[in-house]
């Protein structure tokens, strides 16, 4: 059973930086792709970033392009999220994903992932 478990988060100001780590562990873990997806409370849970595996291709959304940054490090299983230069708007419950078992190659809606952590809240303040 593969498990993911995020760190990271934390409360700083608008133009700090922060950055999430998101650790895969299970006895085999391999996945077609692994993405960073937030969620405010009363909202849907919002694409963030992904990347696929095999091609090393990332995607972002538009709302965090230039300033977030995913990456990973394939030897420790371990998945990142540098985001810069913060924003109010990006306060949320933030959530590593992964596609263990299948993947269309499209990473932007949730059904996409069948592997989640538990999430790490960031705040922003203006």
């Known amino acids: 059973q593969v498990r993911l478990v995020e760190s990271g988060g934390g409360l700083v100001q608008a133009g700090d930086s922060l950055r999430l780590t998101c650790v895969a562990s299970?006895?085999?873990?391999?996945?077609?792709?692994m993405s960073w997806f937030r969620q405010v409370p009363g909202k849907e849970r919002e694409f963030v970033a992904a990347t696929a595996w095999a091609s090393e291709t990332t995607t972002y959304a538009d709302s965090v392009k230039g300033r977030f940054t995913i990456s990973r490090d394939n030897t420790k299983r371990i998945l990142y999220l540098q985001m810069n230069s913060l924003k109010p708007e990006d306060t949320a419950i933030y959530y590593c994903?992964?596609?263990?078992?299948?993947?269309?190659?499209?990473?932007?809606?949730?059904?996409?992932?069948?592997?989640w952590g538990q999430g790490t809240q960031v705040t922003v303040n203006s």
């Open positions: 994903a992964a596609a263990v078992s299948r993947y269309s190659g499209s990473p932007y809606r949730p059904v996409e992932f069948d592997t």
């Open positions: 299970g006895r085999t873990f391999s996945s077609y792709a």
